[in-house]
């Protein structure tokens, strides 16, 4: 057993009792654990501030002076001490409400003290509630050191482990371990990058001597954690393409057919380019496995199509699953229009389809006579067997899991299909090489010419009247409108409330309109009904929560209105705006908010105004609310990071990126003694663990 994976319960000062707090509360087990428990920030504690420089906008500052008096006030209950510091410049109050005796007892007046709180203003004066006080000594007189602060619980605090607890932990297992830690990173890949070593790094970390050297330890930390995730999934995707044999097909005959005489439009830049990476995925005899990205409405579709030709022209069948069987119909009538156009055949296969019509659908796939099947999570059934499939395209990637994705690539036995995952849910590049860092991706980043791009603006509640006009105008001219309210977590009742209270000012204001109305609360046929009467353009109106995110297309409709705009996150909104803008009519979208924004609301419908881009928009995203939130990553253990940020590491990941590549480039099995360290590491970190930066 390693030093590090000592349990905490035998480091000095902490014991049985306080380990199971420290396991419970901050998941540290080990010693290793308690190592790489890193600080969240750290207190300024380099320089003394003069009391005449302090004002209430400072964080935490540290100031030294002597106490010139001492007073209680207040009765039994609501008692404080107040104890008033000075120094050659001005004065401050310290008031305490707690611990009164104790701080009493160890206030001497003509004694120099350092002090090191929030400085705030009450009744004019300046203060600190509850500062940290300690006797000045020659060593803290020097100052020169930035205090590191902890995650900690409020269970903890009350169990007197606080920072100052954890501090001395630290010092404690850091001064055993040193003889422990082991570099990680060869010395020409440190020297490449110009890092330090880890034992360095890890002591600065907790205790920086200095803000450079705090940076340079954070810059390595960074570094091996983003380094070793790379490279086990460049590893993992070396491995599949030596161990996947893909069909070859690179035979055109087909799809310069379907070019000649079916291709409805010219393609764009982004899709001619995407169609040359698949095609020399397709035909390198190696195993397709691409992630296809592009923006609502971009064009994904005949992309998938022109690969679905592709295997077709190999003699193989290709099959595309979809999240839900909406998408799934939809999906199959635009493929069936091409497919029919071509003479291949092509079927559905969902839930909702009957016994009986499967029964044909299963023995034509089997016998091959079937090419295309298009369906949802019933393509993974047991009885599903293709005679020789080609190619899986997977739409909205985030909603299956990996485990899916390789079901359905082993449905045929002696080789794998080709993979072609799509997505319309914009992922920032940083985000996307970590979570699909063993795919390749493509980017359509273009949308097809003369598409009208959706004018965005931002309007507050008092202009609604404003806003009803420009209502009126839309449905005269002949279009269809949204109005949607958000979703109310804390209560379906409030929720209810907001869209019928919407629902009615509506339908005061456009007495002579039919509108339509849909929400949570309502029965599945009576949602099925409401939508339809919208589609077919009996209803002008259509007032809804945010139940219309998928699956809808009515190209008639040209405005989205939102209501509490600031309630809703960025990719949400962008969605919600994906709505429109899918005719030929120039569409709108209004975002409406009250007058009160925060800071992050504020971007947020900034962001929406000023562009359509999805990407930036998902940049946008990942920088305001972290990796963790953004849809589909949750479940995900390779962004469990100790201490990278995707949101704001991009640059370094990208190196990191490229440093794994070049290692494994010269090196697939890491085989060469200058790479041993990398090795050991790797092999040193039980399999289960996805981090592999973690120390051992
Ligand atoms: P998405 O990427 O959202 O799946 P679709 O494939 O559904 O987008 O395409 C959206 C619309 O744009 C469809 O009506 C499609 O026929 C059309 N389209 C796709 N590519 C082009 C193009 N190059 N030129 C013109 N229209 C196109
Ligand atoms: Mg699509």
Known sequence: MSFFDTSLEFLKGVGPQRAALLQKELKLFTFGDLIQHYPFRYEDRTRFYNLNEVNELMPFV????????????????????????????????????QGINGIMQKLKPTINYVVFGKPSVFGNKLQMAHPEIELLTEKSEKGGYLQPVYPLSEKLRTKYIDNKFI??????????????????????????????????????????????????????????????????????????????????????????????????????????????????????????????????????????????LLAIGGDAQAALMAPTEILAQQHYANLKKYADLMGISIALLTGSVKKSARKPIHEQLENGTLKILIGTHALLEEEVKFNKLGLAIIDEQHRFGVAQRSKLWQKTTDFYPHVLVMTA????????????????????????????????????????????????????AGRQVYIVYPLIEESEKLDLKHVMDGYESIARAFPDLPISIL??????????????RFVKGETKIMVATTVIEVGVDVPNASVMIIESAQRFGLSQLHQLRGRVGRGAEQSYCILITDHKLGAESKTRIETMVRTNNGFEIAETDLKLRGPGDIMGTQQSGALDLLIADLGKDGELLKTARE?????LDSDPLLQQPENAMILMQIESIKKAAVNWSRIS
């Open 62 to 97: 540290q100031v030294k002076g002597k106490i010139t008096d001492i007073e209680l006030i207040g009765d039994k209950f609501k008692r404080r001490l107040v104890a008033y510091l000075a120094d050659e410049y001005g004065e401050i109050e310290l008031v305490w409400f």
């Open 167 to 308: 501090v001395r932990l630290q010092q404690e297992v850091l001064k055993g371990s040193l003889n422990h830690i082991r570099e990680t990173l060869p010395t020409a890949l440190l020297q490449q990058q110009n890092l330090i070593g880890k034992k360095k790094s890890i002591i600065n970390i907790h205790f920086p001597k200095n803000q450079e050297w705090l940076l340079r330890a954070q810059q390595r930390l960074k570094f091996e954690e983003l380094f070793f995730i790379q490279l086990r999934l460049i590893k993992m995707k070396l491995v599949r393409q030596g161990k996947f044999k893909g069909l070859v097909f690179g035979d055109t005959v087909i799809l310069t057919r379907f070019y000649k005489e079916h291709l409805p439009f010219d393609l764009t830049e982004a899709q001619k380019k995407v169609v040359r990476e698949i095609y020399a995925d397709m035909k390198s005899g190696k195993q397709m496995n691409r992630l296809l990205q592009g923006d609502v409405g971009s064009g994904k579709t005949i992309v998938g199509f022109i690969a679905i």
């Open 425 to 476: 849910t914009p992922i920032p590049r940083t985000l996307a090489m970590t979570l699909y860092g063993d795919l390749e991706i493509s980017v359509i980043d273009e949308l097809p010419k003369g598409r009208k791009p959706i004018k965005t603006t931002h309007q507050f509640d008092s202009h609604r009247l404003k806003v009803n006009a420009f209502i009126k105008a839309q449905v005269d």
């Open 519 to 532: 929400h949570g609360q309502m029965k599945p046929e009576a949602k099925d009904f409401e939508m339809a």
């Open 659 to 663: 440093a794994a590549h070049q290692v």
